[in-house]
Structures are given as structure tokens and as C-alpha cells.
């Protein structure tokens, strides 16, 4: 059995070493046959985001909750300065507390990652990746309301054209941080395989459209072959539910 997995899932608090010292994090953990892990990352500090989001939770429960078809472990952190995390908001060093949570889910499970971030930890998410060595250890790439502009500031992602691991872009079609063509602009840019939803009414917090947002990702990694034995357990999911 993988530490932190069990028959039923369950949440415990964790500190992970970040590179300016400690960072408080969360675990849901997986089922005991699980055959792969998350990390998911949360929007900007500075908005007041935590690993509490609602975006963030319902992201997690959707890949933790074994009704859904996976009961993967799920790990959230608190960027630094955020919580009891040490340390103070950079906006581009948070990239570095990524992989520290990354080195500890593969310390602790060994298991293929699927990377998933929301606004601010969708930027973060994406940066980690130029690192090889965190690279090394996520299977697929989840952006969720990735933003494209924001406070008079562009956003650019040259890193997603090297970037060939599976890769999920999911947001409202009104976002106010990414209008479509912008954002298309962004995915089109990017390395295949890759896929783009947009769910329809949805501002950038999904509001009123969280459990969209879940069916999205879960559509997705449906169709994914690269977590082994994952995809079966969802379609089993899925008609178990109609």
C-alpha cells in the first residue's frame, strides 16, 4: 500500500520544505490501488487565495473522490506567505515552492502527477515546468482559468511549445482574465497533445458552474491513456452513475 493511501480516503496536514522554509500543505489521500497522484496549485495571493479556494477544492474532489471513478492522493499548499507558509510573495519564485510540493508527492507515493493550477497557480504550475527536474515528474498538465491579461499586464507562455506532456486548458467562455481569442492564441501555441474546453456562462471562478468544471477534467483524463488502468476506472464510474 502507497503511504497515505487507504480503503477510504482520507485528509491529514503536511509540511513540505520549501526553498524559504516551511510550507503548510494538505493531503487527501488516495485509494490503496491508486495508480497516480495530483498536485493542485491555487490563484494569487494578493486576491486572497489559498489552497482553500473553491476552485482549488472542488478541483481536488474531483480527482479524489472515488465516486468519481480515481481516489487519487491530492496534495494542496499554501505558496509561500500565504498561512502558516514561510516566507514572502515573489510572483515568479512560487514556481520554486511547485517543486518542492512535487519532490515531496514523489517521495512519498512514486506515482505518475498530473499538475493542476488555478489563475495565479495555473502561471506557477506552467513555470515549474521549465525546470527539468520537476518536469521529470508530472504525466499531464491541468490550466485552470489560465489568465491571458490581467491588471494592464499580457501574459506569454513560450515554455507550452516544449512542453509535450498530455495538457488540459480549461476556463469560462467568460472569463474576464482571458478572452477566447487571446486564450486560443495561448493553446495554439502549445504543444500537442493538448485539449480545450471552455464551459459556457462561466466567469473566471467558474461561478455556478464548479461541477462543469469537474465533469471537464474527468471527460479528459477519460480520454487520456497515459495514467494506466485510470481510464477503465472511470468509464466504470461514469455508468455506475447513470
Known amino acids: 500500500m502507497h503511504p497515505g493511501s487507504s480503503s477510504t480516503p482520507h485528509i491529514r496536514s503536511i509540511t513540505l520544505n520549501g526553498p524559504t522554509g516551511r510550507l503548510e500543505a494538505l493531503l487527501n489521500g488516495g485509494l490503496s490501488d491508486t495508480k497516480a497522484a495530483a498536485l ?7 486576491g486572497g487565495g489559498t ?3 473553491k476552485v482549488v477544492y472542488h478541483a481536488m474532489k474531483a480527482l479524489n473522490e472515488p465516486a468519481n471513478g480515481l481516489g487519487w492522493p491530492v496534495l494542496r499548499f499554501n505558496f509561500r506567505g500565504v498561512g502558516l507558509s514561510c516566507g514572502m510573495h515573489d510572483g515568479m519564485k512560487e514556481r520554486e515552492d511547485v517543486a518542492a510540493a512535487l519532490d515531496w508527492l514523489n517521495d512519498e507515493f512514486g506515482l505518475p502527477v498530473l ?6 497557480g495555473a502561471v506557477m504550475a506552467i513555470e515549474a515546468m521549465a525546470d527539468e527536474a520537476a518536469r521529470r515528474h508530472v504525466s499531464a498538465l491541468c490550466a485552470l482559468g489560465l489568465p491571458v491579461r490581467a491588471e494592464g499586464r499580457q501574459y506569454h507562455y513560450p515554455s507550452l511549445g516544449a512542453l509535450t506532456m498530455p495538457k488540459l486548458f480549461l476556463s469560462g467562455d467568460r472569463d474576464e482574465f482571458a478572452p477566447e481569442e487571446a486564450l ?11 485539449r480545450f474546453t471552455l464551459i459556457h456562462g ?3 471562478f467558474f461561478k455556478g458552474a464548479l461541477d462543469k468544471m469537474q465533469l471537464a477534467i474527468l471527460d479528459w483524463l477519460e480520454g487520456a491513456a497515459y495514467f494506466s488502468g485510470e481510464a477503465a476506472r472511470l468509464g466504470q464510474a461514469k455508468q455506475e452513475g447513470k
Do not use: Q, T, W, Y
Not at 493542485?40 to 494578493?46: A, E
Not at 499538475?115 to 495565479?120: Q, R, V
Open 115 to 120: 499538475l493542476a493550477g488555478f489563475s495565479f
Open 40 to 46: 493542485v496549485c491555487h490563484p494569487h495571493p494578493l
Open 184 to 194: 486560443r492564441g495561448i493553446v495554439d501555441s502549445a504543444a500537442e497533445p493538448k
Open 202 to 204: 462561466a466567469d473566471h
Open 51 to 53: 489552497m482553500h479556494n
